[in-house]
């Protein structure tokens, strides 16, 4: 490591890349984060890092991205060292430092008493510097071992798994039921958090390096499971956790109460020039958003852009303290308030609302208002919610869309529902050791195995299932294995 920045943490503040005005972004759907950033700026917070002895930042990142390195080398101007070390750990560098939450940055050691290294914004500006240059290209394998193997699921852990085994050497068919590639990428993540031509161009690359990609396949109900499995010496399910938490109240059926990934689907298609079926438009509408995270913040940011007449985002529980609880150290990830940048762009949160009936107020079958109690949650040891005390009745909010983001509970099965997978009691595909499903030949990988949760961990995901199944190909494996195998990480 250099020896030219042992106190650059004393001497530099953070300034992470930023965001665009909130005032102009939300009248296009171009990126929130400022478009331009200067190298010189992006190196002296490199200079930030403390070269720690135990790096918790690398513990932070579920696929143990080797930060102090890459850090230090942009610091000395080693831009495509950097990128070469970052794409050690990391297929799609791009997917992360645009969505992910960065877990790293609060493991970071500076966080204890200071503000972290801008891991994030190293992150991005490395694979952007990377990208600008025409540093990344197609690597494909020198050899082929004759096995082939089909990747069902085109999101971040499938691709991670696919570009993983195509580079052992074994041929890759990728099976997607959509008509792109990508997954959640492509349609469930807005344009302005992850411009599409990000995906495209590394789908690009991938095809480039050898990978078959084959669109419009409902796998399970066009192409049974078994016969996938006799024209493929394995098959990877990263088929994604899509089915959403069921909200059994009043009035779900009325026109005008969407589940979240339908509205952001649709709109997705839409900015992507693709026939929309039913569009859901909040222009002049009074739209209310039911769930705090980061679906319901992308709700959120969307109506914004569609012109609502106003947006609230409603929490079930009681908002987040500013300052980290006595039983929530660091270096674990934090359980505090963070900042929300489709709110930052305008509408309001409310919390401690629990949904009670969609109205329906002249009887034409549309909403016009979601009543609510506010209430005080019970926890059981666990930290779920036991039990309720209502402390206020009959809250009531215009409502002409709703929006309910209030999460996710497994994978859709479709046609895979009849193929002897076995399912767990969260409703994941459930597997042994080594990632195989039930079903000899078969693995499961991602959001399917393990339920919805972050793009970084759907590509040590798919990164582990391909170690996993070079494994029962090859009888060994020299590909590298993700934190995520190894135990959970500090942001887990």
Request: proline residues 7%.
């Amino acid at each position: 490591m250099s020896e030219n920045h042992p106190d650059g943490f004393l001497r530099i503040r953070r300034i992470p890349i930023g965001y665009r005005d909130p005032r102009t972004r939300t009248a296009d759907h171009l990126h929130v984060y400022a478009p331009d950033w200067a190298p010189a700026q992006v190196r002296e917070q490199g200079r930030r890092c403390m070269d720690c002895g135990v790096p918790t930042c690398t513990a932070g990142c579920p696929i143990g991205n080797l930060i102090p390195d890459w850090n230090d080398l942009v610091h000395r101007g080693r831009w495509r060292d950097a990128l070469e070390r970052l794409h050690a750990t990391n297929n799609f560098p791009e997917f992360t430092g645009y969505t992910c939450p960065a877990p790293c940055e609060p493991a970071c050691v500076l966080a204890i008493n200071d503000e972290p290294v801008a891991i994030k914004s190293i992150e991005r500006a490395i694979v952007d510097m990377g990208w600008q240059r025409g540093w990344i290209t197609p690597q494909p394998p020198s050899r082929h071992s004759g096995r082939s193997v089909a990747v069902v699921g085109s999101g971040p852990a499938g691709l991670a798994c696919a570009q993983q085994l195509n580079r052992a050497g074994h041929r890759v068919v990728v099976f997607e039921r959509d008509d792109t590639i990508g997954g959640l990428m492509a349609y469930g993540i807005p344009d302005f958090k992850f411009a599409k031509t990000q995906l495209a161009r590394r789908v690009d690359q991938l095809q480039r390096e050898g990978i078959d990609f084959r669109v419009g396949c409902d796998v399970g109900r066009e192409l049974p499971l078994a016969k996938l499995l006799s024209n493929h010496d394995a098959v990877c399910l990263a088929i994604g956790a899509q089915a959403p938490r069921a909200l059994q109240v009043p009035g779900r059926q009325l026109v005008g109460v969407h589940d979240a990934l339908a509205y952001l689907r649709r709109e997705n298609r839409r900015q992507a020039g693709r026939p929309v079926k039913r569009p859901i438009d909040a222009a002049g509408r009074h739209v209310i958003v039911l769930g705090g995270g980061d679906t319901g913040a992308d709700c959120v940011a969307t109506a914004h852009r569609q012109g609502a007449r106003s947006v609230t985002q409603i929490a079930i529980d009681a908002p987040r303290p500013l300052a980290r609880p006595a039983d929530n150290p660091w270096p674990w990830w934090p359980r505090t308030r963070q900042p929300s940048y489709a709110l930052d762009e305008g509408g309001r949160a409310d919390f401690n609302l629990h949904c009670v009936a969609f109205v329906d107020d002249d009887g034409d079958g549309r909403v016009d208002a979601v009543r609510f109690e506010r209430v005080q949650w019970q926890h059981d040891a666990s930290g779920r919610r036991s039990a309720k005390t209502v402390i206020e009745n009959d809250i009531r909010l215009a409502a002409g869309l709703v929006l309910i983001a209030t999460g996710f509970t497994g994978p859709r099965l479709g046609g895979l529902a009849g193929a002897g997978l076995a399912i767990d009691e969260g409703g994941r595909l459930r597997v042994d050791e080594a990632m195989m499903t039930s079903i000899p030949g078969v693995f499961a990988a991602g959001d399917a195995r393990r339920g919805a949760s972050l793009v970084v961990w759907a590509i040590g995901e798919g990164r582990d299932c391909a170690r996993a199944i070079d494994g029962y190909l090859s009888g060994n494996s020299a590909l590298p294995a993700s934190l995520c195998s190894s135990g959970r990480p500090l942001g887990g």
